[in-house]
């Protein structure tokens, strides 16, 4: 399969170390206040095996391959396998993804675009009926809410570039899993419990009804022939066997099935193509935080960042409302300008060296203080006036990091979209709804496009934004990301700030309160603010309410003082492994 490799770099890697060598900082950045603890710089080079994921099973798969002699890439495509099979309301074969990965050889840093595409039948008006948006639940249970998988085809690509092993080595463990059955944990038993929306339609009552006629509980073996099927023609065809042939075709046909069938067709499936482009780097203290460009959002979480660095509150640590504050108003800016100007950059322009300029970023910083509600847009430099759009992103996404014994690196955020995608099935896996992250209404009252209307061919926003963390020298320090629809640049701003600003140990700042801060209101993990600092966030204005989007599932690690400090988010059910040993050649 031919995939796209993009010659736009944003900023390249090479760029910014070599601008922060010369110069030490760049305008604006602040150095590390004595008070707080910076974590210790690599001196032995980060090495492997390292994996955190979501579910202990893809973890032991992933560990398996690297012990192996497999790279972080093949570990990647062993887990997704794996995910895509225990974890299903979250992500899989019919979703997409973004990977960051970082060359221990040659210091590269790749993102991959897995993201799906919609079919060219789409319109602007695709979620429209009788001249009004579908409501967003009639939406996603459509077939008009599939676009074209790219998940599959993305880790292709990467495993050609980065992979030691051969592919068909890769999905045994998944296949077994599968064929043989896997315990069913107590989240997915949640989730398959559910009493209305994607766990009820008939595809998802089929699959998770047991023979006497009851919903699969956690404990229950359950067991996916269907699956285990694709998985081996995948394995022995490589990735394009699921562009063509019985998968793509079933996938097709299942779009096209009644509630209002969807436009995706064999030849849309055929045509998709995963994207190589030139990695978005920034520095931030004394570290380069690399991330996807658009269509990721992750040019919105550096700006959030950026801003934290000329934010003095936020030095004050996590005990201070006066951080938190800082944190959520700076959220409200970023998110403005976010849901204004980031789409997929072949059908509009971001002006993404505009939402990064040092002096629109201290004008925006500045505004925090004095926000008594939602912000307002900003206007950076090269950045064309676009109105607020209508775009929801709903639960179902998980976070890969993985590192090989070599210090190569793979942060990967991937997903279906809802909890079990549209809940429609082919091939024993969920297809994505990942069309409802455009925007339903392709103009607002003022007239203005849409940055993020859909059009035929073009991929949908999304707030995944995979994180690689290099030194000043351009080693790796670590990686992270999480899910939470488009609340996932406020979990990694918090973590990244937890562990960069904080000092804190990797699984501390994941398990810090999540505080999410968009528009007028501010979504929380209340039962985890202590009393005495909600209290004094509802005295400066903050007042919390229950966290209305996804929770986070933070995974990822630092290699700090010769060792992986690793963490998995408690709000789900990972774990990180770290195993020294040598590895098999």
Aim: with cysteine; proline share 8%; charged share 15%.
């Amino acid at each position: 399969m031919r995939h796209a490799r993009s010659t736009l770099v944003v900023l390249s890697l090479t760029v910014v170390l070599a601008v922060t060598a010369a110069c030490g900082t760049l305008p604006g950045m602040r150095t590390a206040p004595a008070a707080v603890p910076i974590p210790t710089l690599p001196v032995a080079p980060a090495r492997g095996p390292f994996v955190a994921a979501a579910n202990p099973l893809a973890v032991a798969a992933g560990m398996a391959v690297l012990r192996r002699g497999g790279s972080a890439v093949d570990a990647a495509v062993a887990v997704q396998a794996v995910l895509g099979l225990v974890e299903p309301q979250s992500s899989g074969l019919g979703g997409g993804a973004f990977m960051m990965h970082f060359d221990a050889a040659t210091g590269a840093v790749t993102a991959y675009d897995g993201r799906e595409t919609a079919p060219a039948s789409a319109t602007a008006r695709l979620f429209y009926e009788d001249g009004q948006p579908l409501a967003f639940g009639d939406a996603v249970l459509s077939g008009r809410s599939t676009g074209a998988p790219g998940v599959v085809a993305m880790l292709g690509l990467a495993q050609h570039d980065h992979g030691t092993l051969a592919w068909n080595s890769l999905f045994g463990d998944a296949e077994a899993l599968a064929r043989d059955g896997f315990i069913v944990s107590p989240r997915l038993a949640g989730m398959i419990a559910m009493p209305t929306g994607q766990a009820r339609t008939r595809w998802a009552a089929a699959y998770f009804t047991r023979p006497d006629g009851q919903r699969y509980v956690a404990g229950d073996r359950l067991r996916n022939p269907a699956y285990a099927e694709t998985l081996a023609r995948i394995s022995a065809g490589g990735a394009a066997a699921f562009y063509s042939g019985p998968i793509a075709e079933g996938i097709a046909a299942t779009v096209a099935e009644s509630p209002r069938p969807g436009g995706l067709t064999t030849a849309d499936i055929a045509a998709y193509r995963p994207i190589e482009r030139g990695a978005l780097c920034r520095p931030y203290r004394v570290y380069v935080l690399c991330v996807p460009p658009p269509p990721s959002s992750g040019v919105a979480l550096l700006q959030l960042l950026a801003m934290a660095e000329r934010t003095p509150d936020i030095d004050r640590g996590p005990d201070s409302a006066a951080a938190w504050t800082a944190f959520a108003q700076l959220q409200r800016l970023m998110y403005a300008d976010r849901n204004r100007y980031v789409g997929d950059p072949a059908f509009v322009g971001v002006p993404v060296a505009g939402l990064l300029d040092p002096d629109y970023v201290a004008g925006r910083a500045a505004l925090a203080p004095g926000l008594t509600g939602a912000a307002p847009a900003g206007t950076p430099p090269g950045g064309v006036f676009r109105a607020p759009d209508a775009t929801a992103e709903p639960a179902g996404t998980s976070h890969v990091v993985i590192v090989d014994a070599a210090g190569n690196a793979v942060s990967m955020t991937t997903t279906v979209e809802s909890v079990f995608g549209s809940g429609r099935m082919s091939g024993g896996f969920f297809l994505n709804n990942q069309l409802t992250d455009f925007s339903f209404d392709p103009l607002r009252p003022d007239g203005g496009p849409a940055a993020n209307a859909v059009a035929a061919g073009k991929r949908p926003r999304s707030s995944m934004s995979p994180v690689i963390i290099l030194d000043r020298q351009g080693r790796l320090v670590g990686a992270l990301g999480s899910p939470g629809g488009s609340s996932i640049l406020a979990y990694n701003a918090k973590a990244l700030i937890g562990v960069l600003d904080w000092g804190l140990p990797v699984q501390a700042a994941f398990d810090l309160p999540n505080l999410v801060a968009k528009g007028d209101g501010f979504g929380a993990d209340t039962e985890r603010f202590s009393a005495a600092l909600a209290a004094a966030l509802a005295a400066r204005g903050i007042v919390l309410r229950p966290n209305a989007s996804e929770n986070s599932g933070l995974h990822g690690g630092l290699w700090r003082d010769g060792r992986w400090d690793g963490g998995a988010d408690d709000r789900r059910e990972g774990v990180a492994v770290w195993d020294p040993s040598p590895v098999s050649p």
